[in-house]
Structures are given as structure tokens and as C-alpha cells.
């Protein structure tokens, strides 16, 4: 993933909804996944790495003289953990030029035998078959964010045998209220922008002659757009959490379907845990399961969270959805949200979230319902 405003991680299905033009997906998307400065920060971030280390050491039995297909393999890394673990096969697919420096490593690490980097988009490569195992690191921040689950199922769709197993197997979206000095800072921020705006205005008019007012409405539309309704990436400490987290979304990796991912709606509540703070805003993360199937299940369970934490925080990170203003709010208060997430129309690859909320005081009294949009860019 690229800077952390919202860098890029990265595939090219068709969103489910419009059809995407690839040139400009690869233009916008893909295109980050070529620098190895952004394969090098995933391959740095030691909680995502350990998760898929042990996934696949700790659980041999699943790769062992199978034959696996790793989607958006980058670097080659997860393809050469599994040709190292015992698979007999591993197709290793890759949209970009990396796929030259993964069949670099592969040949460096003497796998060539076993490990097959293909370069081109998943949706329009051709196997010579089917296989055991699909692995693929697809998570973008908030989960959902690139759509690049997308390519895994349709991948799944024609690539995985019946009995096959996913790598990871589930993943779950996470929400919880949080405090952060972050809201002061971004309505200073915002509040700045519009105190230069109006004096500009004024300054156009006494030396230009030109009546620049007119555009106020727009420009300030533009400013709380990017300012205070922009979700950020945060790594956020646990203490900043102040009530319950809750799961707004579940996937079973093996039979979830793109329409399944379209869209993300709940309706939550969430105990607020914390004596006399400020409800800032909501932090949001996710996790993956590495658990096997049913039938066949991993040997070792293995967790990835990207949950606030001191000492294991993720390139992931949380989103945080800033509220403004803050209310002040106490332990024993309780919020119910109504959260929805769809893919922006103008890129499929990025979110537009709605957060809806009510506290509820622990004196039976109910504050009215706000209502926030946001972008995750
Ligand atoms: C998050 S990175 C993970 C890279 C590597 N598997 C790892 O774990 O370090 C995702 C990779 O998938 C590639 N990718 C995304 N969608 C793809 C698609 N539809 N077809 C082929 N490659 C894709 C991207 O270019 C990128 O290199």
C-alpha cells in the first residue's frame, strides 16, 4: 500500500455494477503495485506477514502436494511459501510488471520447477487446471476498499475444485466509537482553508475588479469534502476506543459472491465503556481467518486483525470516520448506528460510506438522530 493517506494496494473485474475500463484501472490502481517500495511496505508489516507465514507453515497439509493458485502474487512471496511448504504446482498470478521480479525470487530460491508466475489480470488468464488451494492477500483498508476480492472469487469461480480450500477463509468488518484529537485538528484545518477563502474573495474584488462570492458555496462543499468528511487512516490506540466494537460484516471467502460485497449495511449499538469523553467519530478495521473448510479444516487456526494495538499495529491501519462536532458522552450511554458502505460510481475501487447515530443517555434520554456521509479515498 502506497502513503498513508490512502495509497493504493490493487485487480480489474467489472465491479459487479458498471463495466471498468482497464486502461483506467491500471492507470489508477494497478500501477502502485509495480514499485517495489510499495511491495516492500506489505512484505515490512510483520503482523501481516507472520499471519501468512503460519497460515501456511502451520498448516502443511493443506499445501503438500497440492496444487495451489496464489492471486496477485506481487512479489512472489505467498507463491514461494507454498511451493516451500509441499505444493506440487503453484500458479502465480500477477497484473503487473512485478510478476518479472517474483519470477526473479522464484528462480533465486530454486523453485522454478514448481512455481509458474503468470503475468496478466486474473479474469483473463487460462489454467491447464483446477486446484487445491487458492491464497491471495486481497485486503484493502477497511477491507473492501480496491474491490480486489472481486478477482479471488471470480478466480474461485473457475479455478477452484469442489473440495478446495481458501487461504484466507473468512473476514469480518469492524466498527467502534472513538475519541481522537484528529476532529480539532481538521476543523482547524477547515476553518483555515475558508478564513483564506473570504479574504481571496476580498482580495479579488479591490484588485481585480471580479466578484469571486458566488463560488463560496462550492468551494466550501469542496473544503468539508476534503477536510472533515475524507475518512483517514489511523493507527489508533486501544485507549482511544471508547465502547463496545461491534461486526458489521461477515464473509465466508469460499461461497460469498461480488453481490455479496457490493453493498455493507447494519444496524449496531454499541455501549459506550469509557466515564465523561467526546465521541470524536468511529474507527473501522477488519480481520481474516485462516481456518480451512468444514470438511477439511486448518490444522492451526490462524488470525490476521488489524484491531488498535500498541504493539502490532498493520500498513492497514483503521479508517476513521471524523465527526463534527464531537458530543460529549459517558460511560453507561448507548449508541445505535445505522452504518452503509457502497462503491463510489466514479471508481468502483473506492468507498462512499454513510454513518448514521443516536445516543441513547443512561438517563433514558435520546439525543436526535445525525446523519454523516463519507469517502473513503
Ligand atoms: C496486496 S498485494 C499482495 C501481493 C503479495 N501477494 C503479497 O502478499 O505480498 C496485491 C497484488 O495483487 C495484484 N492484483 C490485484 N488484482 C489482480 C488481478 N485481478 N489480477 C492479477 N493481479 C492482481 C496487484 O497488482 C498486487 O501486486
Known amino acids: 500500500m502506497g502513503s498513508h493517506h490512502n495509497g493504493d494496494r490493487a485487480s480489474s473485474s467489472n465491479g459487479g455494477a458498471a463495466l471498468v475500463d482497464k486502461d483506467v484501472d491500471f492507470a489508477q490502481y494497478f500501477c502502485t503495485y509495480a514499485f517495489l517500495y510499495h511491495q516492500k511496505e506489505m512484505l515490512s508489516d510483520r503482523v501481516r506477514m507472520d499471519a501468512y507465514y503460519n497460515a501456511i507453515f502451520q498448516n502443511k497439509h493443506h499445501f503438500h502436494g497440492k496444487v495451489v493458485l496464489d492471486v496477485g502474487t506481487g512479489s512472489g512471496i505467498l507463491a514461494i511459501w507454498s511451493a516451500q511448504a509441499g505444493a506440487s504446482k503453484v500458479y502465480a498470478v500477477e497484473a503487473t510488471k512485478m510478476a518479472e521480479h517474483a519470477r526473479t525470487l522464484v528462480k533465486e ?3 522454478q520447477d514448481v512455481v509458474e508466475v503468470i503475468e496478466g489480470s486474473m479474469e483473463d488468464v487460462t489454467l491447464p487446471e483446477k486446484v487445491d488451494v487458492i491464497i491471495s492477500e486481497w485486503m484493502g483498508y477497511f477491507l473492501l476498499r480496491e474491490s480486489m476480492f ?16 481458501m487461504y484466507p477463509s473468512h ?24 478564513d483564506d477563502w473570504y479574504n481571496f474573495v476580498e482580495d479579488t474584488k479591490t484588485y481585480y475588479g471580479v466578484d469571486m462570492n458566488a463560488l463560496t458555496k462550492p468551494f466550501n462543499e469542496e473544503q468539508r469534502k476534503y477536510y472533515l468528511q475524507t475518512a483517514m487512516w489511523q493507527n489508533l490506540h486501544p485507549h482511544q476506543v471508547i465502547g463496545i466494537a461491534a461486526i458489521i460484516k461477515e464473509i465466508d471467502c469460499l461461497t460469498a459472491t461480488v453481490n455479496d460485497v457490493l453493498e455493507v449495511r447494519s444496524n449496531f449499538s454499541s455501549s459506550i465503556t469509557m466515564e465523561n469523553t467526546r465521541l470524536c467519530g468511529f474507527g473501522g478495521w477488519f480481520d481474516v481467518h485462516f481456518r480451512g473448510r468444514k470438511d477439511d479444516l486448518a490444522q492451526q487456526e490462524v488470525e490476521l486483525t488489524t484491531a488498535p494495538s500498541v504493539d502490532d499495529g498493520t500498513h492497514w491501519g483503521q479508517q476513521v470516520f471524523l465527526l463534527h462536532p464531537p458530543d460529549r458522552i459517558s460511560e453507561g450511554d ?12 466514479e471508481n468502483h475501487r473506492l468507498m462512499e460510506v454513510e454513518i448514521g447515530y443516536e445516543i441513547r443517555q443512561s ?15
Open 109 to 111: 530460491n530454486n523453485l
Open 150 to 165: 472481486d478477482s479471488v472469487i471470480c478466480a474461485r469461480d473457475r479455478w477452484l475444485k469442489p473440495s478446495g480450500v
Open 171 to 194: 473476514a469480518r468488518m469492524w466498527m467502534a466509537p472513538i475519541r481522537s484529537g484528529l476532529v480539532d485538528q481538521k476543523k482547524g484545518d477547515y476553518d483555515g482553508a475558508m
Open 334 to 345: 448507548c449508541l445505535n448506528v445505522s452504518f452503509m458502505m457502497n462503491r463510489s460510481k
Open 363 to 377: 438517563s433514558g434520554r435520546s439525543l436526535p438522530t445525525l446523519k454523516n456521509k463519507f469517502y473513503i479515498e
